[in-house]
């Protein structure tokens, strides 16, 4: 018979390829669609789609996390079905209730984007958070007693059919003459038709639970509320971290732009240009968290908590997470030039582009502290963190966009992000965690990444006397580029000691590195 321990550990493994996996997905499809529709028809897109990935966040990372850890704490299948009647119940009304304040405020808000031909698109999106009751509690309640299938598999159809209806509406209505509000309104839509495919995995479990005469009892009710709208609503707001800057730059960076003096046609697609930073800054972070989140676990057992083995793997997980940032950030700073042609066929925003691929870094290690400071229990403090980050974003965003154009967006992002990785750090100093990144391993990583910066350089630069200018030069000095650049920063890494030997063993791919370069 598998320890529970074991079950676990195996779960987490499942759901974090899983999510690896989907995140990926749903980075990749925007290039395609974006050369499809263009820079105006990705801005159409890219202005709704936050409310969509808050409702993504509500049904997969955020409410299913808490309502799983409820669950497990149930002793009886009776409780169970009690809690997950009763948190159904709960979730109904607030995607009842989100659904129909989108329906009724859509002309409302896309008058405050700017642009009141959105929304019929925000009426598309608002179909996704009917669908969040169903999901949630049935991704929760089969986490909760450790069924992590159904959860994993839910997730990769979701994204896959929701892809392959944006891609295939992009290529066929282009063809057919649509419109791009048109298109954009029918891509949004995709997420609640991915969404309700899902359901399939948990018709058995709703059929029952549907079915099931529980007697309401408004104690139980007021204490999953609590419990949903603190604890669960901070795991899904920082599940949608960089969406939530993403929504701000949805009210705020177009109308800057056209206050700027750009006309609105000009407005729009420089905001479609901006947007291209979005894929980009998804596979960073996914990149760098992916690493980590296999120390997440370990870290929440509160067996370990306060010993000396806690903090060992909390370093180490800080390290990881540090130096995986800050080599996908740099790479992806050296290299804008030749990414933003090969995957969108120009350099336009190129500037803006590289200094938003800095927001991964910061982004990486908020996550990653305020993860640390969930395990705990501490949700007042993440809180703060928040709020701190949106309230610099939405205070400078418009004034930078103003002054600086596309690259004002991006330096307040990676400013808000800093912030928040500062106010982060003493959050956890108020824990009595100590520093995590020694000023001896940031010296090392430093030159690590400055010879990563000129390798990458030198080698794309090289590449691009060869083989000339178009897409497929730029692929090439990207391909050369990455590897080189990464070669050099394992080969340093290596010889400079970020890691031991046995912390390299950890890496997927760490055994090849250590058999290289001994």
Known sequence: MKKPTENLFKGAAVLTLAALVAKILSALYRVPFENLVGNTGFYIYQQIYPFYGIAVTFS??????????????????????????????????FGLGVFGLLQLLAPDLSQLMGDRLLAPLIRSVSWSYLLVPFLAVGRGYKQGILEVVPTALSQLIEQTIRVIIIVGVAV??????????????????AGAIGAFCALLFFKDFFSQLLRLKVPLETTLFKKLLRGLFSEGLVICLYSALLVLLQL???????????AAGNNPALAKSLKGVYDRAQPLLQLGLVLSLSFSASLMPLLSRKSIRHTAEYQQTLELAFRICATVATAASVGMFVLMPAINEALFGNRQGTWALGVAAFSVIAASLIILMNSVLQSRGQYVKTIGTLILIVSLKAA????????????GASFSSVLSLSGGLLFSRLMLSSEGLRDFLSVAFCGRIFICLAFLALSAWGLAAGAAVFLGDGRWASFMQCVLGA???AGVFALLARKLQLFSTAEWLEFPGGRIIVKLFK
């Open 483 to 485: 590897a080189g650049g």
């Open 248 to 258: 701000i730059d949805s009210f705020t960076l177009k109308n800057a732009l056209e």
């Open 396 to 407: 400078t965003n418009y004034l930078f966009v103003y002054w600086w154009g596309l690259s």
């Open 60 to 93: 997969l990372t955020g409410f299913p996390v808490y309502i799983s850890k409820l669950i497990s704490t149930c002793t009886t299948d009776e409780a169970r079905e009690k809690n997950a009647y009763h948190l159904f119940l709960l979730l109904a009304v």
């Open 172 to 189: 066929g209505a282009t063809h057919a003459g649509w419109s791009l509000y048109r298109i954009g309104s029918w891509s949004l839509f």
